[in-house]
C-alpha cells in the first residue's frame, strides 16, 4: 500500500520561502517510472499543478510558478522536497503531493491527505 | 497550456438518478501513435485529497463502481454517473495528462435534488 504524508510550516509571512516535506512508503524513487507531483488548491478552488521530480531526476515545473519552485528527492529517505520562494497571500492553500506509480503515466494516485498553508502577515 | 473547462459548474440529480459531466480541453488530448486519451478524472468529497476515479478516459480504476462511466475523445469527453448514490456528493475534476504542464478542468459540483 502507498502512502504519502505531506509536511511543513502552516503559516509563513509574505515573502518568505515555503519548505513543504513529502513523505511516502510503499514505493521507491529509484524504482524506474515512479513520480511524485505537487498539486495545490486554493480555498474553495480547483486544482493546481505545481511540479514534479521522477526517478531519474528528471524534473518538470508550471510555467506560470517555475521561477519560484524548486523540487528535489532524497531516494534514501522516501523524501521529495517542494520549496516555493516569495510567498504571498494568494498562495493560501491546501498542498498535496501525489504519486505516479510505476507502469503508469501521469494520472495522479495516490494522493497524500494535504497540508494547508496560509499566507499572512 | 491546455485549459480544461468543465460543465456545469454544479448538478443537482436526484437518488437513483443519472449525472452527466462534461469536459473540454483547448486542444486534442489523443495521442495517435496508441489511440488512447491521455484524460483522467478524480472525486474531491469535503475535507478530503481527490480520488482517481477512471484513466485514459474510459479505463475505471480498480475498486470504483461501475456506476461510474468515462466517455469521449480528443477534445470532448464526459463522465457519468448512474443511479446516483448519497455517497456520490461530491466533486469532480477533468485533468489531461497528455503534455506538461497538468491542468485540471474547474470542477463539478454535485449535490442530490
Known amino acids: 500500500q502507498i502512502t504519502l504524508k505531506e509536511s511543513g510550516p502552516t503559516l509563513v509571512k509574505p515573502t518568505q520561502t515555503l519548505t513543504l516535506t513529502c513523505t511516502f512508503s510503499?514505493?521507491?524513487?529509484?524504482?524506474?517510472?515512479?513520480?511524485v507531483s505537487w498539486i495545490r488548491q486554493s480555498p474553495g478552488k480547483a486544482l493546481e499543478w505545481l511540479a514534479l521530480?521522477?526517478?531519474?531526476?528528471?524534473?518538470r515545473y508550471s510555467p506560470s510558478l517555475e521561477s519560484r519552485l524548486t523540487i528535489t528527492k532524497d531516494t534514501s529517505k522516501n523524501q521529495v522536497v517542494l520549496t516555493m520562494t516569495n510567498m504571498d497571500p494568494v498562495d493560501t492553500g491546501t498542498y498535496y503531493c501525489?504519486?505516479?506509480?510505476?507502469?503508469?503515466?501521469?494520472?495522479?494516485?495516490?494522493w497524500g491527505q494535504g497540508t494547508l498553508v496560509t499566507v499572512s502577515s | 497550456d491546455i485549459v480544461m473547462t468543465q460543465s456545469p459548474d454544479s448538478l443537482a440529480v436526484s437518488l437513483g438518478g443519472t449525472a452527466t459531466i462534461n469536459c473540454k480541453s483547448s486542444?486534442?488530448?489523443?495521442?495517435?501513435?496508441?489511440?488512447?486519451?491521455?484524460l483522467a478524472w478524480y472525486q474531491q468529497k469535503p475535507g478530503q485529497p481527490p480520488k482517481l476515479l477512471i484513466y485514459?478516459?474510459?479505463s475505471r480504476e480498480s475498486g470504483v463502481p461501475d456506476r461510474f462511466t468515462g466517455s469521449g475523445s480528443e477534445t470532448d469527453f464526459t463522465l457519468t454517473i448512474s443511479s446516483l448514490q448519497a455517497e456520490d456528493v461530491a466533486v469532480y475534476y477533468c485533468?489531461?495528462?497528455?503534455?506538461?504542464?497538468?491542468?485540471f478542468g474547474g470542477g463539478t459540483k454535485v449535490g442530490i435534488k
Open positions: 501525489v504519486c505516479r506509480r510505476p507502469g503508469t503515466n501521469n494520472w495522479l494516485d495516490p
Open positions: 510503499g514505493l521507491s524513487l529509484s524504482t524506474s517510472g515512479v513520480g
Open positions: 521530480i521522477a526517478w531519474n531526476d528528471d524534473k
Open positions: 486542444q486534442s488530448v489523443l495521442y495517435s501513435s496508441n489511440n488512447k486519451n491521455y
Open positions: 485514459w478516459a474510459s
Open positions: 485533468q489531461q495528462y497528455y503534455n506538461f504542464p497538468l491542468t
